[in-house]
């Protein structure tokens, strides 16, 4: 299997995360068991990233999410969070190093979660490689950059340098491989770490403060 063939298949499994997050309205990511993100985050709810700053509960939640899921156990776990918000996990079909699971909702209706989880079963259960000699993956992972004083993960400043170059949503979507939702997702998330409201005061600050080095990289 090549690198390119693995990257792809990546890039296809994301647009049909996104696809399906933005059909059904909830949130979606693909984990391994270590909690490691082999897709980005699709509709990541902002309120949840909001309470993340200062609540443990919420910056470990997919951690915890996933600790409630009982190995072995194929059926998907309907959870509820302690701000109560539901959400369900269960394994995916995905041969990988590790085992991968989907992490799927962060809503107040338990009835929607569990109406679209047998669905969300039913096609990531469909029979996906990535095998054990995948070693690189075809996204940066999400976590801050060690001299980045903003606290935006790597995907956010990615979308921040075009944003600030001026490139549309629509445009950044194309050349990230993720969804235009995704995209206004991220973007939002980006304005509430800058303390900004648009797109003019986010490339005014980019100048002000000397960051366009750090956007190139």
Request: overall charge neutral; glycine content about 4%; charged content about 20%.
């Amino acid at each position: 299997m090549t690198d390119t063939y693995r990257s792809e298949t990546l890039s296809n499994i994301q647009l049909l995360q996104d696809m399906l997050s933005e059909h059904f309205n909830i949130f979606l990511v693909l984990v391994d068991q270590n909690v490691q993100e082999l897709t980005l985050p699709s509709q990541f709810p902002l309120s949840c990233y909001e309470n993340a700053l200062t609540d443990t509960h919420c910056k470990n939640c997919l951690s915890i999410c996933l600790s409630k899921h009982q190995d072995g156990e194929d059926e998907p776990f309907l959870g509820r969070c302690h701000r109560g918000l539901f959400y369900t996990v269960f394994p995916a079909n995905i041969r990988y190093l590790i085992p991968v699971y989907l992490i799927a909702g962060f809503s107040v209706e338990a009835e929607c979660i569990a109406k679209t989880a047998p669905l969300l079963q039913a096609i990531f259960n469909l029979p996906i490689v990535l095998d054990s000699s995948f070693q690189q993956r075809p996204y940066k992972k999400t976590t801050s950059c060690p001299d980045n004083t903003l606290g935006l993960t790597q995907q956010e400043l990615n979308i921040l340098h075009y944003v600030v170059n001026g490139l549309p949503n629509q445009d950044i979507a194309t050349k990230l491989y993720i969804s235009l939702n995704t995209v206004k997702t991220h973007i939002a998330h980006i304005f509430s770490k800058l303390k900004v409201s648009n797109r003019t005061e986010a490339s005014l600050f980019v100048h002000k403060n000397g960051l366009i080095e750090m956007l190139k990289r």
